[in-house]
């Protein structure tokens, strides 16, 4: 008899968010990959085209099946929301974020079981930098996750210690499963092309976020402008229509308009680009949530320069600079960094030997165990 682990794909088939559609595919291709003896992985995708169904077999090789529901991604978030009939079903359901049927059920005896990822805790946190509707959907989601969900998975400990502030019911089912960088992610062959492409610089100081004050982009402005150090400045995963506000806070920050660029989200291949040619990444955000750009620098040995926060120490332990949120103190830390080839070099190094903990693989594995183990 063969086992499904069935998991919501609605990201990959219907992206809203860059990142979560990035874990579920690669979690997704992963635990293809991964499957013990006797196992086989199904996706599940919200009411897409044909054609569209098809590009998602084809992104994730190997998976068994996927089931298309009827509703529409939107239709189907908002029945999921009320707990209202999805034609989704039971078995054994993982899901990389909220998004999944959360309803009464029996494990014990039908062998149903629902799993599902908290990736950051915005809509509590920082409510007033989300939509009305996002933080409402989230926390509604949470809630029914405490009452139906057989466990929650969290990337890292301090989460698992911060959702007992927002839901401690579920804190005795939460799992720590970290993600990662991209399967393969590495910088391009063609690294020199792209970044012409994207008309940015070589050798720059890069940050990621927009004007959400969460993102911590001022402080990271006003640090680079304190350092002493004329360098380019990237800041990457602006959201459209942000770049002139971004700008406008490197300006009143203290860095010079001539070195300041600023690009939103980009593919893969780009980002890995991008990463190539940063000298280090400066990573100002207190937020808690997983620190994407952060593991991705890790993994290319980019040199880390991060805010002190529960989520940086645990993430980056050894791997990089861990400093004080003062941008005097970011300042020094960055011109040391950055003051000789051989402090470079060695926190480059640092960064890479980190990186190499973060794996796909080693997130899917626990992911099955984690299954098994219910």
Do not use: Y
Request: glycine share 10%; charged share 20%.
């Amino acid at each position: 008899m063969v086992a499904t682990l069935r998991v919501m794909l609605d990201q990959v088939a219907s992206p809203s968010d860059a990142d979560l559609a990035l874990a579920s595919r690669e979690l997704t291709r992963a635990l293809v990959i991964g499957a013990p003896t006797g196992c086989e992985v199904e996706g599940i995708v919200p009411g897409v085209s044909a054609a569209r169904v098809d590009e998602v077999a084809a992104e994730i090789p190997g998976i068994a099946r996927l089931h298309k529901v009827a509703l529409a991604r939107r239709e189907l978030s908002a029945a999921l929301q009320l707990g209202v009939a999805t034609g989704i079903g039971g078995g054994m359901l993982h899901s990389p974020s909220l998004f999944a049927p959360l309803v009464k059920h029996d494990r014990v005896h039908d062998n149903d079981q629902t799993v599902v990822t908290l990736w950051d805790f915005r809509a509590w946190e920082t409510p007033d930098e989300l939509s009305r509707t996002a933080v409402g959907w989230q926390r509604a989601m949470l809630k029914r996750a405490a009452k139906h969900a057989d466990a929650i998975v969290v990337p890292t400990h301090s989460m698992a210690e911060a959702l007992e502030e927002v839901a401690p019911r579920l804190t005795d089912r939460a799992r720590v499963i970290a993600g990662a960088a991209p399967l393969g992610f590495a910088v391009p062959s063609d690294e020199v092309g792209r970044r012409r492409v994207l008309d940015v610089p070589e050798g720059f100081v890069l940050l990621s976020g927009g004007v959400a004050g969460s993102d911590g982009l001022a402080l990271g402005f006003t640090a680079i402008a304190r350092s002493g150090l004329d360098v380019p400045v990237l800041v990457i995963d602006a959201a459209e229509g942000e770049e002139p506000a971004v700008a406008e806070l490197a300006s009143a920050s203290g860095v010079p308009e001539r070195n300041l660029h600023v690009r939103g989200g980009l593919d893969t291949a780009d980002r890995a680009a991008v990463f190539g040619a940063a000298v280090a990444l400066l990573a100002p955000s207190t937020r808690v949530g997983f620190p994407w750009r952060v593991v991705e620098a890790l993994a290319l040995g980019v040199p880390v320069i991060a805010v002190d926060s529960r989520v940086h120490r645990e993430t980056i332990v050894d791997g990089g600079l861990i400093v004080e949120p003062d941008a005097d103190a970011l300042g020094v830390a960055l011109a040391s960094a950055l003051g000789s080839t051989a402090a470079a070099d060695r926190l480059g190094v640092l960064s890479g030997d980190r990186g190499r903990a973060f794996s796909w693989r080693a997130a899917a594995d626990r992911v099955w165990q984690l299954h098994a183990d219910l």
